[in-house]
């Protein structure tokens, strides 16, 4: 059978750089890898470091920028940063950083764990400046293929093709590749976006769109902290907006924050939860997801529930809240957008006409392999529900007699093996030191399986599925 038209040869590739490892995306969680493997890299011989690339799609480091809201506050440690728990010496460090920028001080006396949103973000861009080097930015990686080295033989090599905006190639081949692309935005199928509806992750770049308009209402769909500080921002920003909160809740439900339920966000649980039979996995799930699903600060939730009251009291109600609804319908009309707001209680309707809908209704995480060359993505194991079969080191299992020799290594869409913390920053820091400890042999993954989960594979994934 002839070879797929995607796929590269071994050989002399004028141009193209080799190297042992490329990050797929470059936000907080491969950024962590970046500090996880210079610091590896220091401390080592030159014959043991790893050589990698990353590619990233924006001009710049950025991490929800449409949500860098003033005084809106991380709701985990600053400990909690790229480092600290994998390395507490780490340069890298939030602590490194207010000394970086004199503020160390200053921000003992401010005594909180928890810095704003903002002053996080400037971190992050702090530690990013170290790789702007290792960083292929405003490239937009199209495909992820195999290099052939001979006929029959495992795959060692991948190579990532990339584009940038003038129309430049970027390609890099590597032994593994980490995909880290991060979230898409959850938005129901009623809605469209557009100049009128947005999500909550462009609200501030979409802000100055009404430069010169005054709105006079604004509908925030959502019931979780992005929706409760959307609702704030907007009701502060806009004095004479009228901003309506749907959602199907009685109200906002309070964030368990306390410090047993805590534990949830420790590295140790991966381990926990990784190891436990599947009907455990979804008993933590439901137990702990007030932790961090559809929950509010306490703090927000008294402050949006008083000034409420005293609006109420004053007899003009700007704040409203149409709870244990649904929207049913969201029409644009151009000058406005209409929602047809829907009781769950007896089906009753009612239509709101607003200037801009905002549905804060989170994120979901897409399929990490579509990317991927489906010679690729089919040599990837699945489970019986279908979900990616990812080993302990984020290590995507492979299948077939001939399974990769290069390693297709995942951050972010791996709650269903590795728990709630897989999208969240709680454990970045020790999750870069595992995947650089399974680069470098370190650390032995369990086996993955030798043979497909579903049904017979071709005697070679990669060299016999075509696009």
Request: glycine content about 8%; overall charge negative.
């Amino acid at each position: 059978m002839s070879e797929p038209h995607t796929e590269r040869t071994s050989g002399n590739a004028p141009g193209i750089e080799e190297v042992d490892v490329v990050g797929i995306g470059f936000g907080p969680s491969n950024l962590a890898l970046a500090v996880a493997i210079e610091e590896h890299n220091a401390s080592v011989g030159e014959g043991a470091r790893l050589t990698y690339r990353f590619v990233e799609r924006q001009e710049r480091f950025g991490w929800h920028r449409g949500m860098l809201l003033e005084d809106a506050t991380m709701q985990i440690s600053f400990l909690k940063d790229l480092a600290t728990l994998r390395n507490p010496t780490s340069r890298f460090s939030f602590l490194s950083y207010l000394h970086a920028r004199d503020r160390l001080v200053d921000f003992i006396n401010y005594g909180s764990v928890f810095p704003t949103r903002l002053e996080f973000h400037d971190y992050l861009e702090w530690a990013a400046g170290s790789f702007t080097e290792r960083v292929h930015y405003g490239a937009e990686v199209t495909e992820v293929v195999p290099v052939r080295v001979a006929a029959g033989e495992p795959v060692g090599l991948v190579e990532v093709v990339a584009s940038r905006a003038d129309g430049a190639p970027v390609r890099v081949r590597a032994r593994n590749v980490v995909l880290a692309t991060g979230l898409t935005p959850n938005v129901p199928r009623e809605a469209v976006l557009g100049r009128r509806v947005w999500h909550n992750r462009d609200l501030l770049t979409r802000i100055p769109e009404l430069a010169g308009t005054t709105p006079r209402r604004f509908a925030v769909v959502g019931a979780g902290q992005s929706a409760a500080e959307t609702v704030d921002y907007l009701h502060r920003t806009f004095p004479d907006a009228e901003v309506c909160a749907v959602f199907a809740r009685y109200g906002y439900s309070p964030a368990d924050d306390s410090a047993f339920a805590n534990r949830i966000f420790d590295p140790s649980a991966v381990d926990d939860f990784y190891d436990a039979p599947a009907d455990v996995k979804q008993r933590i799930m439901g137990y702990h997801g007030n932790t961090n699903y559809s929950v509010v600060d306490p703090e927000l939730i008294e402050e949006l529930y008083r000034r409420h009251y005293h609006e109420r009291v004053a007899g003009r109600e700007r704040l409203q809240f149409h709870n244990v609804s649904r929207v049913a319908d969201v029409v644009d009309m151009g000058d406005r957008v209409e929602l047809a707001v829907e009781s769950l209680i007896d089906g009753s309707r009612e239509v709101l006409a607003a200037d801009v809908v905002v549905y804060a209704t989170g994120y979901r995480s897409s399929d990490p392999l579509w990317l991927l060359d489906p010679a690729l993505a089919g040599a990837c194991a699945r489970d019986e529900a279908g979900r990616l079969r990812v080993l302990r080191d984020y290590r995507i299992a492979t299948r077939g007699p001939a399974p990769l020799a290069a390693g297709i290594y995942v951050q972010g869409a791996t709650e269903h093996t590795h728990g709630i913390t897989s999208t969240l920053l709680s454990t970045v820091a020790a999750r870069s030191g595992e995947i650089v400890d399974s680069l470098t042999g370190a650390l032995v993954p369990d086996a993955g399986p030798a043979e497909p989960i579903h049904g017979e594979a071709p005697a070679d994934p990669v060299a016999t599925t075509a696009r």
